[in-house]
């Protein structure tokens, strides 16, 4: 498995970079703060028109024929500029109507025309999907947090057991939160055995995987670009007539930083090719990068604010916005806990399926007539 990026990955990294420092800059985040959505619909569109929501699709299906590798890619180029908009859940929503069928819905995704917003069952709620039916698809309950699902036409919801995109009007009029992250709008809301407009299992889309996948691309953008602020502000930053970045402490917290974003980058890589190639194993890899990304996220973000010292703690400056969309991905779809959960819970199931795995028969210990009796041993 080559981990290194080809020349079209080249190109979606430096494309995607380009984009986003000019049409989606950190300081939209404080220009739209007021704003019911988080992201400009012009800059959507355009980021449509460069194929971003279809870019995991085949070119059958109106994607642009690109893997799960090149969304992860694109999706650590979002996470390191902190573009707001529902990326996961547009991405996820095209995956989930390709998947049923629904070429009407992915044109419509793709193309921009159609965002698609994140719900998720809240802590302690019962189950979002059961498996009553209505015509074929599943019917939703649940109480739900929402996430970018103001002007949102469609929500997706996304578990272990399957995906389904819902109309944003069966949740009426949710009730708004206060927003965490400037990037990122949150309400709240409950639903009643309302009819999925989409629904798929796992063995049609993996759409729990893709998003576990993405959220921890966002995430490993993050950690790499906390590592680089601080890193930066480590040799420019003059006290007492040298830079900061001189003293071992400093050094060291730098180090670390970037030894959390390797790994980080390194299991997403091994984690979205695993999923790109349909391995067996792409499950448990999944999970891995959600918690090392995650791991690395929060803990680069905090340390940024630590080696920025009391500028980190502005509003003005930079740093608090990446510590604070690291706290809200590390809640989406699923959290930490939760994934650490899954990963036990596959790694039990491997055991146990090793140690059930049959033997080769052992040859008998006693010497046969025709063996000598050392060659028994």
Request: net charge negative; aromatic share 4%; proline share 5%.
């Amino acid at each position: 498995m080559d981990l290194l990026p080809t020349a079209d990955q080249e190109a979606v990294i430096a494309s995607a970079a380009e984009f986003l420092a000019k049409e989606m800059p950190i300081s939209s985040l404080r220009e739209r703060a007021g704003e019911a959505e988080a992201f400009d619909r012009a800059s959507w569109q355009q980021a449509a028109r460069l194929g971003w929501f279809g870019l995991g699709l085949p070119e059958e299906q109106g994607g642009v024929g690109y893997t799960a590798a090149e969304e992860a890619l694109l999706f650590r180029e979002i996470g390191r500029h902190l573009a707001p908009g529902p990326f996961v859940a547009t991405v996820l929503g095209a995956h989930i109507a390709a998947a049923a069928g629904r070429d009407d819905l992915v044109e419509a995704i793709t193309s921009g025309e159609i965002v698609v917003g994140t719900a998720q069952r809240r802590v302690g709620a019962r189950a979002a999907t059961g498996p009553e039916a209505s015509g074929g698809l599943e019917v939703v309950s649940g109480d739900f947090d929402l996430i970018d699902t103001t002007g949102a036409a469609l929500v997706a919801v996304v578990e272990p057991q399957g995906a389904v995109l819902l109309e944003t009007a069966v949740f009426g009029t949710p009730r708004q939160l206060p927003p965490i992250d400037p990037g990122i709008r949150l309400a709240t809301a409950s639903v009643h055995r309302q009819p999925a407009l989409v629904s798929v299992g796992p063995d049609l889309e993996p759409a729990f995987l893709r998003g576990s996948v993405l959220v921890a691309a966002l995430q490993t953008g993050i950690a790499e670009a906390a590592r680089d602020l601080a890193v930066e502000h480590a040799k420019n930053r003059v006290q007492f007539g040298r830079p900061i970045g001189v003293n071992q402490a400093v050094k060291h917290r730098c180090a670390d930083m970037a030894v959390r974003a390797e790994a980080a980058r390194a299991q997403l890589l091994f984690a979205a090719l695993a999923l790109a190639e349909g391995r067996p194993d792409a499950e448990f890899h999944a999970a891995a990068a959600r918690t090392v990304s995650a791991d690395a996220a929060l803990r680069n973000t905090s340390e940024n604010i630590q080696i920025h010292g009391g500028m980190g703690y502005t509003h003005e400056h930079d740093a608090q916005l990446y510590a604070k969309r690291a706290r809200v991905l590390d809640q989406l779809l699923v959290s930490s806990r939760e994934t650490l959960q899954l990963i036990s819970s596959l790694t039990a199931s491997a055991v146990r399926a090793e140690a059930t795995e049959p033997t080769a028969s052992t040859p008998s210990a006693e010497p046969s007539a025709q063996t000598p009796a050392g060659a028994a041993r």
